[in-house]
């Protein structure tokens, strides 16, 4: 699926693929499924951009990048 999506929880199976933005409050991607784009977290009212690169460091703190 191509597409922006924006809701409470996105669960990718193992045979779907997903590529575009994401803004959820809870991201599930089993083996083998595929995600392609950037992931917006809800932390309450804010919202804060999770690094593809694996960045913990600026997730955990709810900084935006």
Known sequence: M???VDCQRL???ASGQVNGEVVTDD???ESG?????Q???RDDKTVSLVKPSGDA???ES???A
């Open 2 to 4: 191509d597409a922006n």
């Open 11 to 13: 669960e990718i199976v």
């Open 27 to 29: 991201l599930v991607i």
């Open 33 to 37: 499924g595929r995600f392609i784009g």
């Open 39 to 41: 992931s917006r977290i």
């Open 57 to 59: 460091k600026s997730s």
């Open 62 to 64: 709810g900084n935006a």
